[in-house]
């Protein structure tokens, strides 16, 4: 079963714009939440990630937001650019260095 | 580039068939794990090796197994092959067995025909 629930599952966003990536899940063990893009033909790289500590972090462009009584976290992408283009995975872990379980993915298209 | 090595980048085969994927680890990381990306299941965690000592079993089938050396390399074998295993094979690395950033190399692309 997927233990982490991500949408949409593609977007399409002008140049400049805001990407928002949405994930869920259910599992209260879980106290690690990264981000991972991937580019065709390559494996997933970290982008950010946060722990249920605090309620955002913020990395240059990309900014996470995360609200545990919901359970829910997201990605932000501000001024969205044509390189962004990419899929984005959501995951969650029991602290970092136990496996991730991954949210299916967003295939992220920014149009010039 | 992450620093993990994986090879073959390509693999075709044959149904019924056994093929072996390795796995170098960024040098200084201890900690493997194996994931298997497909189109209907995403990326799913199939097992972890920490310091050559399996630590955690995912979504993997008994058809496939997994060793981490002395070296710190590591071996995924596939075998009895079907159709469906056919994915991109991925191996991650990590410094702790708690470790923070998990490093993924590049895949072993495997089609099963």
């Known amino acids: 079963q997927q233990q982490v629930k991500q949408s949409p599952q593609s977007l399409i966003v002008q140049k400049g714009g805001i990407s928002i990536i949405n994930c869920a899940y259910e599992?209260?063990?879980?106290?690690?939440f990264p981000w991972y893009q991937q580019f065709p033909g390559k494996g997933p790289a970290l982008l950010i990630a946060i722990r249920p500590d605090v309620s955002e972090k913020k990395e240059g462009r990309f900014t996470i937001s995360f609200n545990k009584s919901a359970k829910q976290f997201s990605l932000h992408i501000m001024d969205s650019q044509p390189g962004d283009s990419a899929t984005y995975f959501c995951a969650a872990s029991r602290n970092s260095g136990y496996a991730l379980n991954f949210g299916k993915g967003t295939s992220l298209l920014v149009t010039p | 580039d992450s620093g993990v090595t994986q090879t073959p980048k390509h693999l075709i085969t044959a149904t019924g068939q056994r093929v072996t994927l390795r796995c170098s680890p960024r040098s200084g990381d201890l900690s493997v794990y194996w994931y298997q990306q497909s189109l209907d299941q995403g990326l799913q965690f199939l097992i972890q090796y920490y310091n050559g000592e399996e630590r955690a079993k995912g979504n993997i089938l008994e058809r496939f197994s997994a060793q981490q050396f002395p070296d710190l390399h590591s071996e995924l074998n596939l075998s009895s092959l079907e159709l469906g295993d056919s994915a991109l094979y991925f191996c991650?690395?990590?410094?702790?067995?708690?470790?923070?950033?998990?490093?993924f190399g590049p895949g072993t692309r495997l089609t099963v025909l």
């Open positions: 599992n209260t063990a879980f106290d690690y």
């Open positions: 991650a690395s990590s410094v702790r067995r708690g470790g923070d950033t998990q490093y």
